[in-house]
């Protein structure tokens, strides 16, 4: 924000502020010539800021002090109506708004403008990455026959046994389930015999007592018998297929 543009801008708020007076008709309009001397006194602002420069006084504190003076000396004529306190405080506000906008752009303003760069500063950019020299591939080499990959022979697949239909016996004993889940547990060693109320949990410890082939299944291929277990003061006849 150059200084010739904030000064039209300061004028622009006196004048702005003077239209809302002479529109509002709730407000008493101030004299004309109490703004005439605000805008001279806004004039003279640029010479005593030269002469205040020193003395750590920005544009802002010197157009203040003009202003306080206007009104001073508006309040104390005889011969001139008083404005009223809000004309002032109108004033006051603008100038305020004023001087934050100014900030902000001097904040967003970058550390080296067009015409801020100090003499002799020159804007270098990164230095250039060295080009890679290429380096030389060598040669390919024939691998041997045995390293060659159509003369490595295909795994063999391990065979896979078929089902076995040889029934297997449990002998009495201790035992575990292998089974996932719980299993059932039949009054009979036949798939027809009614279930007990309660089921084995899987990987429980228990006590085969007998072992028999009779109304034996096939199951995933095998042919499964029937053991007579005790578990928890429970027996009865469990499929030896989940019996280890």
């Not at 239209?19 to 004039?43: C, G, M, Q, V, Y």
């Not at 203040?64 to 008083?82: C, H, S």
């Not at 100038?95 to 934050?100: A, G, P, V």
């Not at 390293?147 to 009495?172: E, N």
Request: net charge negative.
């Amino acid at each position: 924000m150059g200084k010739n543009n904030f000064f039209d801008l300061l004028k622009n708020a006196v004048d702005k502020v003077q239209k809302d007076n002479h529109d509002n008709p709730e407000e008493k309009t101030a004299p004309s010539n109490l703004f005439d001397r605000i805008r001279e006194n806004l004039a003279n602002s640029r010479e005593k800021r030269e002469e205040t420069k020193d003395s750590g006084k920005g544009l802002f504190d010197v157009f203040r002090e003009k202003l306080q003076e206007a009104r001073k000396q508006n309040e104390e004529d005889p011969n001139e109506e008083t404005a009223e306190p809000t004309v002032f405080e109108q004033l006051q506000a603008e100038i305020e708004r004023l001087k934050e906008e100014k900030a902000i752009a001097e904040a967003n303003q970058p550390e080296y403008g067009p015409q801020q760069a100090p003499e002799g500063y020159v804007e270098y950019g990164p230095d250039p990455e060295p080009t890679p020299t290429p380096r030389e591939r060598p040669a390919p080499v024939d691998p041997i026959p045995s390293q060659r990959i159509d003369h490595i022979p295909p795994p063999k697949p391990d065979p896979i046994p078929a089902p076995s239909s040889k029934p297997r016996a449990i002998p009495p004993g201790m035992r575990s389930i292998i089974s996932g889940g719980s299993i059932a547990v039949r009054t009979e060693p036949k798939m027809a015999a009614p279930q007990l109320p309660e089921r084995i949990p899987a990987k429980t410890n228990l006590r085969v007592l007998e072992h028999t082939m009779d109304n034996a299944i096939k199951l995933d291929g095998k042919l499964t018998g029937w053991c007579l277990v005790e578990h928890g003061g429970m027996r009865g006849w469990v499929l030896d297929f989940y019996v280890s």
